[in-house]
């Protein structure tokens, strides 16, 4: 199905998608993202965007953040790694953020989407976030993060104070033989700038010259006690600092399950509200899905136009007709006149909802399928020596191979690129193979013995494109059930074709110059080879099974007798979609018919409202392990699993 995606430019979809996305997960799940097969899978995939569509409706954008960061550093944190202070703070940013999500979602609870109720997992982390913000300031440790810090930092102050006094008196003293009057500080010590032939003058060590060579910078000896003194301090501070990053680091790890949820919540939500952002940017809606092979859509726009210029279109497939149900559609009309925008729309809304995407038109029920094939486009390939009609035919056997009924084949231009006559008789074996596979398909074609063949056909119909006679332009609206023309006399008549060679013309093609008809003798394949079975990929969802009303009278707690033996017993669980009942006689429990069933007393006449039925069904360890449980013990592990027989 991957070429089909291309040729349907479901990658700019893709790519739409994937720019609406915060998080780096969504952007490579919405890139990958095909059509899904499974009917319960994809269900959940269309309320999910259901949800996010109605809460940004609501509530608008969602403040999402990334989560590339905090992964990093939560990665980081778990090998014990110290975290800088950039990464540190990269995680408090991302607890405000999750907190922000969370009112956010909070909020959109009202509209009953059931994903807004996400926000319930999300977890602020706002014990971590605040004290990361009060040992963390701008980029570095906060002097306040610790009482230690603090006082370090203070004498510090205090020894550069010293230093700065201490050198200012030197200065002074040592004006005569300084080139400048000021201190410098040259590989983070403090210097003199001394002349260079007076540097045998100031007791202290050369720690640079200036680049003309004519002043040394000299740090005196006199402040060597404060340096030292200052260079101690600033060990400790170091030491001090990477105490308050690790702890803080540790907090971080100790966070791992709680970070990783969220981040995972995250990510799972941008994927939602990325579709969310389409189906609104398009202004989408969305489809009814169905296994039934049945496509209908009202006023579809197709994606990728533009809204304003685009006509919408009205299209379907599948429905019943004068008893035959209609699988395959030929369209014919003219040039430019949106043919193949229209077969790229079907196959792209098709696309589109089975994965789990809302689609530009006022309504839509689409029908899962097991694959889409397409022959769209001139597909000749020089470097593979094939010409336009060999890389057509190429694709259609690919295409035919791969053919079920759960199938949807869109095919463009049929028959082209070779000697009329023989091409037309490839197109109508074409699409009387596919009619056989029992597989829904469009086509387009230019042949009159095409149109004649949909005509004649079983499960086959015509359409065309409108054309507007007076103005010689396309209307671009479909019209299924008639057959169109190419109109190429009519506009050649119009912009003054001469009549003699018109009516000459009209002789060559259809052998007279009145009416535009051939004879094509159309028999269906009944005596062919039959047409090769391929399993449906499609993964049904199960139907629902209705309870028997004689099992629905049974509720929890309601005493019955249990035949034969006519024991009483207590119904644990209600009935089944089979009629199957979950009931305890003497303490044991027993899956029984609910023909074996009959009603003693109701539960309402033995219990007062709210009872606790575990009280009868559990047993008093596992009640006791429960309550543990619940109070969040830690270390308690209990098996409260019920054994059921069958009776």
Known sequence: MQNALETLEFDKIREQLVSYAATQSAKERLAALTPILSEVRLSGALRETDGA????????????????????????????ALLTSEQLLSCA?????????????????????????????????????LEIHRCISGSGVDSNATKALRDIRRQMENARGQIKTKMDELLKSHKKYCTDSFVSVKNGHYTLPVSKNYKNQVAGTVIATSSAGSTCFIEPSAIHRFTEKLALLETEETVEIDKILYTLSALVAEQDTVIRLNAETIESLDFAFAKGKLSL???????????????????????????????????EIGQERHGQKIRGIVITGPNTGGKTVTLKLVGLFSVMAQCGLHLPCES??????????????????????????????????????????DSLVLL????????????????????????RRGCLFLATTHYAEVKQYAEKAEG??????????????????LVIGEAGESCAFYIAQRLGYPAHLLDYAKSVTYGRSDTPECALNFTPLENAPAAPHKKSQIEKAPRQKTIPAHAQQFGLGDSVFVYPGKK?????????????????????????????????????????????????????????????MDKGHTGVEASCDTEIEDL
């Open 53 to 80: 569509r109605k809460i940004l409706d609501f509530a608008g954008l969602p403040p999402l953040p990334d989560t590339a960061a905090v992964k990093t550093a939560l990665t980081l944190a778990e090998k014990g």
């Open 93 to 129: 940013a991302f607890g405000a953020a999750c907190k922000r999500l969370k009112a956010y979602l909070k909020k959109a609870e009202s509209t009953g989407a059931s994903l807004a109720f996400n926000g319930a997992v999300l977890d602020p982390l706002e014990e971590l976030t």
């Open 281 to 315: 940017e398009t202004d989408g809606s969305a489809p009814q899905l169905n296994t039934e092979r049945r496509m209908k859509i009202v006023k579809g726009r197709h994606p990728l136009l533009n809204r304003d210029d685009c006509v919408p279109v009205d299209f």
């Open 364 to 405: 839509a029920e689409i029908c899962m399928n097991g694959n889409v094939l397409c022959d769209i486009g001139d597909r000749q390939d020089i470097t593979q020596n094939l010409s336009t009609f060999s890389a057509h035919i190429t694709n259609i056997i690919d295409i035919l191979n791969g053919t079920a009924r």
């Open 412 to 435: 463009d231009e049929l028959g082209s690129g070779t000697d009329p006559a023989e091409g037309m008789g490839i197109a109508v074996s074409i699409l009387e193979e596919l009619r």
């Open 460 to 477: 086959v119909l015509n359409a065309r494109m409108t054309f507007d006679r007076e103005t010689l332009r396309p209307e671009y609206r």
């Open 568 to 628: 009483i017993g207590i119904i644990y669980q209600p009935a089944d979609e089979t009629g199957t009942l979950v009931v305890q006689v003497q303490g044991r429990k027993y899956r029984v018919k609910h023909n074996r069933l009959k009603l003693q007393t109701k539960a309402s006449e033995l219990y007062p409202p709210d009872y606790d039925f575990s009280i009868i069904f559990d047993t008093v360890e596992n009640r006791k392990a429960r309550h543990k």
